[in-house]
């Protein structure tokens, strides 16, 4: 079973430009989480993306922001980048199952470059 | 809202050493999840964590959880070079995920 993917590995832009990244989930999973690891930073949550509408929305601001495709895939879309965009962007799909535990399953990510 | 704390930061141990990494969060999470990650890498899923008093178990490694400590710890038995990574505890609800810090774990011989 092929896992999350996302594209492109790498992306690198400058400051000002607009970022577009992409991730297919599992097949099956409905859910497609999007999380930045940027570095001293950490891991944080960006948006939830259910059943094609946003569910959930983490402390970032309006300029990143995103959509869920009817097939499940999603687009996370940066605008006016700014340096401290930099950081690697993770994706995780997830099937909606209370025994499961809701467990998210992550992609190998998009190392984003603002330069 | 939830937070989320993971100690120690770093650790570096000897192959064959036993050591426990701890996750404390402030406030009820409906479950509590460990992932490895190596470098430049994504996530790995480890474990799931449900109810209180689990426990699972993966080769080296055991995780229990403890919800009326707010409390999860990660076990490493018999440390091996295999397992130098950086390992991360989160709670959550069905809407995101919390992160802790993050434990580097480095074994050397």
């Known amino acids: 079973e092929a896992g999350v993917t996302q594209s492109p590995t790498h992306l690198i832009k400058t400051r000002g430009q607009q970022a577009t990244l992409r991730c297919s989930p599992i097949s099956g999973h409905t859910s497609v989480y999007w999380y930045q690891q940027a570095l001293g930073l950490g891991l944080q949550f960006l948006l939830w993306y259910d059943e094609g509408e946003e569910r959930n929305r983490g402390n970032f601001p309006p300029r990143f922001s995103g959509r869920q495709f009817p097939n499940y895939s999603s687009e996370l879309n940066v605008n006016a980048l700014e340096l401290e965009d930099s950081a690697l962007y993770l994706c995780?799909?997830?099937?909606?199952?209370?025994?499961?535990?809701?467990?998210?399953?992550f992609g190998p990510g998009t190392r984003l470059t603002v330069t | 809202e939830l937070k989320v704390e993971q100690n120690p930061l770093f650790l570096s141990m000897q192959e064959g050493k036993n050591y426990t990494i701890y996750c404390n969060y402030s406030t009820t999470s409906d479950r509590l999840y460990w992932y490895r990650q190596d470098p430049g890498k994504s996530l790995e899923s480890l474990f799931v964590l449900l109810s209180n008093g689990a426990v699972k178990q993966e080769g080296r490694l055991m995780a229990s959880l403890d919800t009326k400590a707010r409390l999860s710890t990660l076990h490493i038995t018999a440390a091996v070079h295999d397992l130098s990574a950086t390992y991360f505890c989160?709670?959550?609800?069905?809407?995101?995920?919390?992160f802790g810090t993050g434990t580097r774990l480095q074994v050397f011989p």
């Open positions: 995780a799909s997830s099937l909606m199952v209370v025994v499961i535990g809701f467990e998210q399953y």
């Open positions: 989160a709670g959550g609800f069905t809407d995101k995920l919390i």
